[in-house]
Each structure stands twice: as C-alpha cells, then as structure tokens.
C-alpha cells in the first residue's frame, strides 16, 4: 500500500524557514515526479513545487526564488526547504505523484507564518 507521510511543519515568523520532508513507501518512488502541494483554509489545493525523476524542478510563481524541492531516492524522500516566509504560505502542505492520478493523501504537515 502506498503511505505517503510528511513532517516538519510548525509555527514560524514572516521571514523565517522551514524544512519539509515526505517519506514514501509503497511504490517505486525514483520513478516517478513528485510534488509539493498546500491547501490554505477556505482555499483549493494548489501544486507548489515539482521534481522529475532525473531532478528537473518546476515551481509556482509564488513561491519561485524562495522554495527549494529536492530528493533523496535512497531514502524514498522528498524534500521542501522554504525561506522568506509569509503569512500567505499557511496552509497544510502534502507531497503527492506529480499527474492527473494521486497516490491516496497523506495527513499533511501544517505550516503556520505568523507574528
């Protein structure tokens, strides 16, 4: 079964960073792209942030310049490092296949940016 499971949020200041981690298991996880994505409250779920198996990365514009994703293959992780942060990057972030077709969601990792 395929378990996707994140960590590393928590409670941070404008400015501040963070870093994000998706341990997956359950498929062959070099294989395929991956992305990050959040969910604000009252807002859709939006793709952040992707990565191609050979490591080729894509990333929203709001986000461009301040996100970094990356990945471990030996460790089936994927990574989000999230610099100048602003109260508009709040919201529950999840990884996830990157396609038309998700793996089952995950509990996400909640990333609050607050003074």
């Known amino acids: 079964q395929v378990q996707l499971v994140e960590s590393g949020g928590g409670l941070v200041m404008p400015g501040g960073s963070l870093r994000l981690s998706c341990v997956a298991s359950g498929f062959v996880f070099r294989a395929y792209s991956m992305g990050w994505y959040r969910q604000a409250p009252g807002k859709q779920r939006e793709l952040v942030a992707t990565?191609?198996?050979?490591?080729?990365?894509n990333y929203s514009d709001s986000v461009k310049g301040r996100f970094t994703i990356s990945r471990e293959n030996a460790k089936n992780t994927l990574y989000l490092q999230m610099s100048s942060l602003t109260p508009e990057d709040t919201a529950v972030y999840y990884c996830?296949?990157?396609?038309?077709?998700?793996?089952?969601w995950g509990q996400g990792t909640q990333v609050i940016v607050s003074s």
């Open positions: 996830n296949r990157n396609s038309n077709v998700f793996f089952s």
């Open positions: 990565i191609t198996p050979g490591g080729i990365t």
